[in-house]
């Protein structure tokens, strides 16, 4: 990755509801660094921990999506990606165990879980380069739901809340005002929204290059807009300056 960027990683987990798909997020404090007061899916920096947890899996390039499957326990109480006995009671546990600073990897195997590698599929990579405090690099991953019935549960700090929410709603409430998002959020929130089950959206990902998106500012019709390309499955490729970033 980027040595200028700090690697990262998020996860998309997908659940199919009676009224239709429905994605997992979260808001972030107002008090945060990054992103501040937005919806986001859950994640974060890919730390020491997971790249050292990685090689010992024999997947030594695979750390971004054990971050992308710790973050989501730490962000939301959700598990997604580990296999063994997993069930909804035992999320805000390993929720607990993780924020009060239990190595991941040690606790997984405690509890009798597993890391499911191949339960992550890459959505899409990017990097926006626009002057902001901080700079990453992050990887995009898709994963279904547990089965069970999930009440995410926000980590305290970080996240005033966790919910599940079809994407055409969480783009109605951002376009009415009533929340806010930053621009690669908006731009995956559209892609998904395309998509009536996840294996539509799975397909979609697979049919798309991973090259890292960085977006640029071009003028169109006279006026600043933000743009990404267009062969990447985004059915919204440009957005005015003044409204991509006012979250």
Known sequence: MNDEAIPAATLVVWRDAFSGPEILVVERSAGMAFAAGAIVFPGG???AGDYA???????PFEAAKITAIRETI???????????????SIGPQLQDELLGGTDFGEMIARHGLAIDLEALTPFARWMPAFKHARRFDTL???????EGNWRPNPQ?????SAEWASPPELLDRIDRGEASAI???????ERLA??????????????HSLDTIIPWI???????????????????TSEPLRTAFRA
């Open 183 to 189: 621009f690669p959020t908006k731009r995956n929130l």
């Open 53 to 59: 947890l990685a090689q010992s899996l024999g997947a």
């Open 218 to 236: 071009d003028e169109i019709e006279g006026e600043p807009h933000v743009r990404i390309p267009e062969d990447r499955g985004y059915p919204v």
């Open 194 to 207: 395309a998509h009536p089950s996840l294996e539509a959206a799975l397909a979609d990902a697979r049919a």
């Open 140 to 146: 995009f991953y898709l994963a279904r739901a547990p």
């Open 45 to 47: 920096r890919i730390d």
């Open 74 to 88: 730490e962000e939301s109480a959700v598990i997604a990606g580990l296999q063994g006995a997993i069930a909804p």
């Open 156 to 160: 305290p700090g970080e996240c005033v």
